[in-house]
């Protein structure tokens, strides 16, 4: 058990134990106040509970209708589960929030906002038109003890689907997006175009691109030649709409458990789903760092915004002409932005939306707001200078001292271990399952080159291999860790084994492969097995 003090000239030390109970008491103890001070929740974000510190990694899943979200989940989790619901049109028209619990079944919306162990209560600002639509379906699988998953509605094309909803649908999407570990977008191949309300729910993910995957799904069903024009014009389609400099990444693949209906691109399909797997399964051993970081930013614009009402409360006259003047302030509010940004020298990306912040303002009354206290201030500062740090080391400590948390189960078992793990049989990996030396299969034309480097004793030095090996016109680095891989009984020098090893891994590297950090078992030369140094 690990813990970091916090002294003052004037309190306690106080003592955190580990680095949830640490999260809570600081935004209790200093940033709550300051939020709740200059009504922070009433134009951003409700006030965090002990649920929202406390739960499970979450995983959201967004795309238009028919692009496979719900196929996904059951993909992972290689198991229906309660009110799902899958076909080509339409299907899924709730929230569904799946996750972990003894008994399988289904909790209502209404009573999901009530149970304060979970992390929904604030939903219930949202009406009954959204609860009505929102259910958590439990159940008693494997993939779901480390993680929950948030199935969607599918986004519909045109203006009426948008309002027929009864419920701001981009504003749920954002609550969520400010919670959840990671985001994960799906598009199907063969459905591309990003009608006005996908458009509208981008943008308010816009704020948490580090958290957003994008899925190119069932890209079996389409050839390679047509798999790139389709990833093309998916990734300038999103750069129109995100349009941020950076590159989102994009995995390709068809995931469910279906044969592949044209299997050309089958590695690449492996090989992004294991990309994508590992992204997953790395979210609970980085969770408590997920959660500081989204403190760290609800802190910097719970300072913003209290310079923004303070601003605004500064401005607004004491008797006559009260009307006019918010008119005149929600109009000059780009201005406003401007003139805190020069004096507190805060960066442009910490302010809130400007059209956002202008409707919210419009039935708001200046009068009411407070003047800028700088003692809240003050302790929101503290806690980012000081307590925060210390807070970093917590979690770096926690991390060290537990074992490896990923997600297990489902689809993750598939391909952990055997014969159908991702690479298993190729490059070092190749002749791993087979009696005979894999090098041996190349070792005559290896011998010739050998013997004309005139070998001594039956070995040839490393300035004679050098002049070999640098033909494959391989960087030095990697030839360098090529000879030290080779040179199995650490003597300077390359017998005609070792130096058939040698050329096979030139060549594992030249067909794109990755060197092992250690040599395996089954490519140490026969003649040094049981002898090799470590």
């Known amino acids: 058990m690990f813990s970091w003090s ?5 309190k306690d030390p106080e003592l955190f134990q580990n680095v949830t109970e640490g999260l809570r008491r600081l935004y209790r103890t200093k940033l709550f106040p300051l939020e709740d001070a200059y009504r922070f929740h009433e134009f951003h974000s409700p006030a965090l509970e002990d649920a929202d510190f406390d739960n499970k990694p979450m995983v959201l899943l967004v795309g238009q209708y028919s692009t496979g979200k719900t196929t996904f989940i059951r993909h992972l989790m290689e198991q229906d589960f309660p009110g799902m619901r899958i076909g080509p049109e339409p299907t899924t028209d709730s929230f569904i929030a799946v996750m972990h ?3 399988e079944g289904v909790i209502p919306g209404n009573a999901l906002v009530v149970d304060p162990k979970k992390p929904f209560r604030k939903l219930n600002a949202f009406g009954n038109a959204f609860l009505n639509r929102f259910m958590c379906a439990q159940m008693n699988n494997p993939v779901l003890e480390s993680i929950s998953i948030i199935d969607t509605p599918g986004i519909l094309s045109g203006e009426k689907q948008r309002i027929s909803r009864g419920y701001d649908f981009a504003a749920v999407l954002e609550w969520f997006a400010e919670r959840v570990d990671r985001i994960i ?9 990003i009608s006005d309300e996908f458009s509208e729910v981008i943008r308010a993910l816009k704020n948490h691109e580090d958290k957003m995957r994008v899925v190119l ?3 079996d069903q389409i050839g390679t030649q047509q798999l790139m ?4 014009a998916l990734m300038w389609s999103l750069g129109k709409i995100i349009n941020t400099p950076e590159v989102v990444r994009v995995y390709i693949g068809s995931f469910w458990a279906q044969p592949l209906l044209v299997a050309d691109n089958r590695k690449l399909f492996e090989a992004e789903e294991q990309d994508l797997f590992s992204d997953i399964q790395g979210l609970p051993r980085n969770a408590a760092l997920r959660k500081l970081n989204d403190l760290i930013k609800r802190a910097r614009l719970a300072k913003v915004h209290a310079y923004i009402i303070s601003s605004l409360k500064k401005e607004m006259p004491s008797v006559f002409g009260k009307d006019s003047k918010k008119k005149e302030l929600i109009a000059k509010l780009p201005e406003i932005y401007a003139s805190i940004e020069r004096e507190h020298q805060i960066s442009p990306g910490d302010f809130p939306k400007v059209k956002k912040m202008q409707e919210i303002l419009i039935n708001q009354d200046f009068t009411k707001f407070p003047s800028l206290k700088p003692k809240l201030l003050e302790a929101v500062d ?3 200078a000081h307590d925060i740090a210390k807070l970093m080391t917590l979690v770096r400590q926690e991390e060290a001292s537990m074992p490896t948390h990923t997600v297990k189960g489902g689809a993750f078992e598939g391909t952990m271990n055997g014969p159908f793990g991702h690479g298993y049989g190729e490059g070092a990996g190749e002749g791993i399952d087979e009696l005979e ?12 080159i050998f013997y004309t480097l005139s070998p001594v004793n039956g070995k040839v030095s490393g300035a004679m291999a050098k002049k070999e090996m640098v033909k494959s016109k391989l960087p030095n680095t990697v030839l360098g860790k090529i000879w030290k891989l080779s040179d199995v009984d650490k003597d300077g020098y ?12 030139i060549k594992v590297k030249l067909e794109g492969h990755e060197l092992p950090a250690t040599l395996p078992d089954h490519l140490v030369p026969p003649s040094k097995r049981g002898q090799e140094t470590m």
């Open 229 to 232: 024009r389709v990833y093309g």
């Open 185 to 193: 977008l799906l598009f199907d191949a063969h459905k591309l175009d």
């Open 6 to 10: 916090k002294r003052d000239g004037k």
């Open 217 to 219: 799904n069932k890209a």
């Open 101 to 103: 619990g003894e008994q």
């Open 494 to 505: 390359l017998d005609d084994e070792e130096f058939a090893l040698a050329n096979h891994l």
């Open 437 to 448: 030396w894999i090098v041996a299969r190349d070792k005559p034309s290896y011998d010739e």
């Open 382 to 384: 503290d806690m980012l």
